[in-house]
């Protein structure tokens, strides 16, 4: 039978799930490829760490990354991430005609035209099914089954460190900062979250799904990126009250060629599919114009689901090494994409004004609303007899975030309002 | 630039959301592809009806079935249904080298593996990711994306149909005959929808689904097979007062190599995530042994997500002509499913019994139960002044389906019981 040498940097929760489902899955993957995949050298920070797991009797361990690729293996797997020692293995092994599986998204979203570019003029694999969603098929949702559709938005719950926040927040009636420290206790939270919960994790996976869906680099700088730190607990109680929860929005929508990209905490009503993504699940909505909407939904991270990704696209490299496909086009087209400004997006707003309770208050901030073409919807004000400012809620109708940004700045001259005021969109 | 000759049999709805996209999408497909694909002959059953959309200039319309493959075209697309045509079709196309795509659940769910071995022996491609699930990538992500999992079950809403008739029923409180007219009215239900409410379609998806997560042949005529059409407006009200919303149901679960399988109404707890899959949608729920839990969502009919689907297999062997990956295993595994007796299946049961009201029925239902080891969880009793019977209905803890039957047949002797027991499983 086939042998597959696999060499693999890292050898942490998702290398060390790869080697466990290679394992536990060995006779079934023989008979999806006629090929034991064997993983024969890993790449350690720390040698002397007792290793429990071992992926083969014949594996071996090093710490030296020039070491790594000296057999000629099959394939890289790549887990290390970060994009400096990631960036040049990954390069070295292309350079010498290995295949690369790679779950690395910050680096994809960042240096993946060069390393696209090159592995295609070597002719060899660069897979990165794990980089989103983690066990979702979604890479090769848009490379194969999607290829002939024009895919007109695509809206995703991508981290689900920040879901799962988010979600004890809404359920728990937690803070941010308790949610935070029980993610980090669960696991599903690094010691340093930045991130996570700044949103840049979600905007390095929409960059990637942007190439993917539309054939495009949106350079990474260019994305808006909101993360979650300063949302309260009160925006979230007053938006469930309006029948809406929050989520951490990764989102692009095509219009007449343009894209307008963007990771944001938004309002969802209750009854919108992506509501119910909760905890540490990830869920991805596509429009395409012919499929029309598509949801794929499941973990978004941890060993196994990973591991699983990334084991999808050794599969694929075993059975189809002669015809790879790494981006779903025939030639990579590398173009940058033709931008829309994201504060040009409209969309339903919620705003929270803080306002000391006099006469005149909501005329004011209606007023210089009206100014910006925002109108009312829905308001809720509340009296907060112990604490000096009232908090004031609108749900608008669509207006420009442009528009909102500019009127929010001038409301917050007033010498009423007590706090700077809050806002966020209704999902666009 | 390279040419894909497409025949293609049937021009209905499908057909003709084929074309369409194929022509929309055409320049978009040169970069996924490399080639242009030309609808070149199309066989009709009535060569005198108008056909306003024509594929492309050169494309001819016959109605001879031995003319279309005259030409030796690189694909066939087979939409026309059936099993005897069909199948002649597709075979005569398989024989001559020729790879087809085909969207017919009922002939792969009754003669694929016939089908399959010949594509084998003859080394060309046999595709049908539209056969399930319309324009959700579920086939593609079986024999792909999940390929290195052990698939321990899958769960589906694989019917629009039914699935359209059951959100009316239990939105709009109609009753089934009524739903299933408007359900027609809108071209979601045909004029003979025997196949969509009985279960049967929903039954042949799943034993291509079993095919391709397992690898083996689940005979067709043994699969538990149940419909809708006994489904009452009343048992779906006492339902909702539970939490729970009625589905149709399509099954199979793998218990130590042995599979579990059928198509059966069943009750849902309302924060389910099949439950809110409403209207004409479908969602697969699978779960893998290293992915987890997964759940693909779309329309599972319809000219434009078919047609997605089935280009979705066309661009897959045009990129792919040297290495078709028709089944997902090196070597078709077709050996029969090693079944588990449908009725051994464990759940939670739904019971409504139509009794007299008086003294000692409570304890006379409650003690059959008993001896079959059905414990009552929940229990609902309302008077019915204008009625005779009185309804009583029992959620009870889990049970063997076959201790269920066996106890319905006793309970049915009882003088006191006025309409025969209805009875449906809550989700297993």
Known sequence: MKKVRIALAGFGTVGTGLAKIIRENEEWIKKRTGAVLIIEK??????????????????????????????????????IGGTSLAYELIKKALEKGISVVTANKALLATRGKELLSLAEEKGVGLYFE?????????????????????????????NGTANYILTQMSQKEWDFSTALAEAQKRGYAEADPTLDIEGIDAAHKLAILIFLAHGVVYPFEKLRVEGITDLSLKDISFAQELGYVFKLIAQ????????????????????????????????????????????????????????????????????????????GFIESPFEPAKI?????????????????????????????????????????????????????????????????????????????????????????
Chains 1, 2 share one sequence.
């Not at 993504?277 to 596509?286: C, E, F, R, T």
Request: net charge neutral.
């Open 252 to 327: 692009v929508k095509e219009k007449s060629g343009y894209l307008q990209a963007g990771v944001f905490p938004a309002l969802l009503p209750k009854n919108h599919i992506l509501a119910k993504v909760d905890g540490p699940y990830n869920a991805i909505l596509l429009n395409g114009n012919a499929v029309g909407p598509i949801m794929l939904y499941g973990q978004g991270a941890g060993d196994l689901p990973t591991g699983s990704a990334v084991l999808a696209d050794i599969i694929s490299l075993v059975k189809n090494n002669k015809q790879v496909n790494n981006t």
């Open 130 to 158: 794990a980089s989103v969603g983690g066990g979702i098929p979604i890479v090769e949702t848009l490379k194969e089954s999607l290829a002939g559709n024009r895919i007109t938005s695509i809206t995703g719950i991508l």
């Open 42 to 79: 890993v790449l350690v920070r720390d040698i002397s760490k007792p290793r429990p797991f071992v992926p083969h009797p014949t594996t071996t361990f090093t710490t030296n990354p020039a070491e790594l690729l000296e057999g000629n293996p099959d394939i890289l797997v790549e887990l």
């Open 340 to 428: 829309l400004e994201p504060l040009s997006v409209v969309s339903e707003h919620y705003f929270r004004f803080s306002v000391l309770d006099k006469p005149g208050v909501l005329a004011a901030l209606a007023g210089v609303l009206g100014e910006y073409n925002i109108s009312i919807a829905q308001a809720i004000q509340k009296a907060s007899p112990s604490e000096r400012a009232v908090p004031v809620v609108f749900l608008t109708h669509r207006a420009r975030l442009k528009d909102v940004k500019k009127a929010i700045k001038e409301i917050d001259k007033f010498d009423f309002i007590v706090n700077p005021t809050v806002h966020y969109p209704i999902l666009p």
